[in-house]
């Protein structure tokens, strides 16, 4: 059974800096997706970065389009979250997911979430 760990996270001021990662134990295949999605409070959990585990083709939300960078260790399998020139607006607890088949609209397993505080 494959399990999702998360780091990063926590508070930072507006237009700094942090970094997500989040390491894949278990035996995982090898048509599957990991990404990053958020969710606010009163807010539906979005997909915001996603990465194709065999080719590496990315996606984005234009929320985050230019701001964020996802990047996976295909040997260490993790996959990471460098976000960029934060925004008030981007404080939610954000939480690594793996799809299998890239079906994003049902992840298969899912991180326990951190919380990224921007402040103002």
């Known amino acids: 059974q494959v399990q999702l760990v998360e780091s990063g996270g926590g508070l930072v001021q507006t237009g700094g800096s942090l970094r997500l990662s989040c390491a894949a134990s278990g035996r995982t295949f090898t048509t599957y997706g990991m990404g990053w999605f958020r969710q606010s409070p009163g807010e539906e959990r979005e997909l915001i970065a996603a990465v194709r585990w065999s080719s590496g083709s990315t996606y984005y939300a234009d929320s985050v389009k230019g701001r964020f960078t996802i990047s996976r260790d295909y040997i260490k399998n993790t996959v990471s979250l460098q976000m960029d020139s934060l925004r008030p607006e981007d404080t939610a607890v954000y939480y690594c997911?793996?799809?299998?088949?890239?079906?994003?609209?049902?992840?298969?397993?899912w991180g326990q979430g951190t919380l990224v505080t921007v402040s103002s």
């Open positions: 997911a793996l799809a299998y088949g890239n079906n994003w609209r049902a992840p298969e397993v």
